[in-house]
């Protein structure tokens, strides 16, 4: 039961790769919620928002931007996966593997 | 409902202590994975070398240089456990005091070593 | 009540804030060598300038963050050194370049060799930020900058052919020295468009504790305070057109551009230029190594404020100590203070892109603006100045090279 510490800079960007080794974006940002377990209340990773086009998500969320690069982005197959934290193998950090197909994944809206 | 975007909302954001002082910005956050559990959101660093690292190893170089032509050997960095968080906002507040913190040595030093030595540098607001 | 008095301030500071050594230099040399030809660059300067400051003003009173802080919490440390480098740089040079005219101010009133000025203008401008408050700093140098309205009263008094003046506010090709003509439109455009303003302007709104009840003082003073600025720079040109162009002058010196003022008003002329260029370089001197230390100060994180005494904010008070007297030092080795203008107003032209760019980003998001995010029109404005700044950029080296006489 070793814990191990990562930074969160040297997972955001990392590609992640599919149960197949097929690359299906990069970790563009961690999702956390509050989990009251053991009297404490911790803040832990729900999901990961993984994608293709790292700036695009850093607009999204003007109304008139974010129209734009919805259609922008459908036109040029950019796709976002909510990926809940049980089904990211973070064993080597660097390497981001999910435990599921890519056709398996959860899409973003 | 609560979920917090740690690249966007988290990482970079101002910080401030129980007193509403700006203390710095989160530079880093270090997660804990465990076997089995989600990994936790664990410790905020405050540090100019974690920023360096996040910039790249040629400026974590240039970073150690400077230290060592100032002569000092640590980094005044700090951690603060994640727990200490009491409000994610605009700015995140963290139940700590300001002035114990080590990332704050430079600005104490300063205070008192060289703007404080010169004359209407402290006292009644202006 | 009070917000009337808060436009009126911003609109004052915007009169003596616009004409500054950049502003004066480059149209007093723009006017000399082309006539009225180039009024319509500071008018694209003008405009643009307003609409960047309307921007960052209401990012800061609606998000209660300046634009430096955004910088650096929307983009992540990596992408906001770009920023920040640039304009930590080009405002340097800028700086160094209005200590410049303070001395050359004082050179012309005294008779003292400028480079002996640069050194005690640093220090009464340090002990300027280092006693006073922001409502000091920005009062004191809008009141007295309204001398400069002397340039508006010197082109009136000089007739101008107000059609051709009129027509000169539509962009048009020049007949001879084509380098020379788009060098000096260049740098007439980094004078008008400089970031430090932008940037003063939104850490000034979190200084003065703007909410989204100023949106309109905020609408206001960045657009009637910038048609003010902006109508006393095309008179430096006018004036320039009508003392100087005729008499074939070509600026070399400071002294050339004190004759603006001079010959249509007199010994009083020569008076009012010397207060006018003191007052306004003294207060661009002050509110840039403000912006340099707020944006310093905001990027990493630290206590800031002109309204804290400087031992409550350590490491910004030394920043802003050490970063005037710093600049203090090409103008007391000697350098030539138009040069240094000239090619600091080429160098802020290129810095541009890194400043625009990203407010277009935050001006949309929602969750900083909420319902005040940039319509249609303003987001259009914006990535007109957007290309604009690329097109600087891209041609300010060889401008400079070709063109930078």
Not at chain 2, 25 to 41: A, F, M, S, T, Y
Not at chain 3, 79 to 108: W, Y
Not at chain 3, 257 to 282: D, E, K, S, W, Y
Request: hydrophobic fraction near 50%.
């Amino acid at each position: 039961m070793s814990a191990r510490t990562v930074a969160l800079s040297d997972l955001l960007g990392r590609t992640v790769r599919d149960a197949d080794g097929r690359k299906i974006g990069r970790i563009e940002e961690l999702n956390a919620e509050i989990s009251l377990e053991h009297r404490r209340s911790d803040y832990v990773v729900t999901h990961f928002s993984v994608g293709r086009f790292k700036p695009l998500d850093m607009i999204a969320t003007g109304n008139f931007v974010q129209q734009l690069v919805r259609r922008v982005t459908r036109a040029t197959g950019y796709r976002r996966y909510e990926i809940p934290w049980d089904w990211m193998d973070l064993g080597d950090p660097a390497h981001p593997r999910v435990r599921r197909r890519e056709d398996e994944l959860p899409r973003a809206g | 409902m609560g979920t917090v975007h740690l690249s966007r909302n988290v990482i970079d954001t101002q910080l401030v202590d129980r007193h509403q002082q700006k203390i710095g910005r989160i530079d880093e956050l270090l997660l804990e994975l465990e076997e089995g559990k989600p990994p936790r959101v664990a410790t905020i660093v405050i540090s100019g070398a974690a920023r360096a690292r996040r910039v790249g190893g040629w400026m974590v170089a240039c970073h150690r240089a400077v230290h060592a032509l100032l002569g000092q050997r640590a980094e005044h960095e700090s951690r603060v456990p994640f727990d200490a968080v009491r409000c994610i906002a605009d700015t995140i507040e963290l139940d700590v005091e300001g002035n114990t913190l080590e990332s704050l040595r430079l600005e104490r030093w300063l205070s008192e070593h060289v703007i404080g030595r010169i004359p209407g540098a402290s006292g009644e607001r202006k | 009540m009070k917000k009337w008095g808060e436009v009126a301030l911003g609109v004052v500071t915007c009169i003596g804030g616009f004409l500054e050594v950049g502003s004066i230099a480059t149209s007093a040399q723009g006017g000399a060598e082309f006539g009225y030809q180039l009024a319509w660059v500071l008018l694209l300067g003008t405009l643009s300038l307003a609409i960047l400051m309307e921007m960052t003003g209401r990012l800061a009173a609606v998000s209660r963050r300046s634009y430096g802080d955004l910088l650096r919490e929307r983009f992540g440390y990596r992408f906001f050194l770009l920023p920040f480098l640039a304009v930590f740089i080009v405002s340097l040079l800028v700086l160094a370049s209005e200590i410049g005219g303070v001395a050359i101010a004082l050179q012309l009133a005294t008779g003292v060799a400028f480079r002996w000025w640069a050194i005690p203008t640093a220090l009464i401008g340090w002990l300027l930020l280092w006693r006073g408050n922001f409502s000091i700093v920005e009062q004191g140098t809008a009141l007295l900058g309204l001398v400069a309205l002397s340039f508006g009263v010197a082109a009136l008094v000089l007739h101008p052919a107000w059609p051709t003046l009129g027509r000169a506010l539509l962009p048009s090709l020049p007949s001879h020295d084509h380098a020379r003509y788009w060098y000096l439109a260049v740098s007439m455009l980094g004078a008008s468009i400089s970031p430090y303003l932008y940037l003063f302007y939104s850490a000034g709104a979190i200084e003065d504790e703007w909410t989204i009840e100023h949106l309109g003082v905020n609408r206001i003073t960045a657009s009637v305070g910038n048609v003010f600025g902006g109508g006393l720079a095309i008179a430096s040109l006018v004036t320039a057109a009508l003392v100087l162009a005729p008499r074939e002058i070509r600026v070399d010196a400071y002294e050339q551009i004190a004759l603006l003022l001079a010959t249509p008003l007199g010994r009083p002329g020569f008076v009012f230029f010397v207060m006018t260029l003191f007052i306004t370089c003294f207060g661009a001197t002050i509110e840039i190594v403000l912006a340099m230390a707020y944006i310093l100060a905001q990027g990493f994180g630290w206590r800031w404020s002109e309204n804290l005494k400087p031992a409550q904010d350590a490491r910004f008070s030394t920043s802003y100590t050490v970063l005037i007297l710093l600049a203090a030092v090409p103008i007391a080795l000697g350098m030539d203070p138009l040069s240094l203008t000239n090619i600091s107003m080429v160098a802020t032209a290129a810095s541009l892109p890194v400043t625009v760019i990203p407010l277009f980003v935050l001006m949309n998001d929602g969750d900083l603006l909420n319902t005040n995010v940039n319509g249609w029109a303003s987001n259009l404005a914006l990535v007109v100045i957007a290309l604009l700044s690329v097109v600087l950029l891209v041609a300010a080296l060889p401008l400079q090279l070709l063109g930078g006489g």
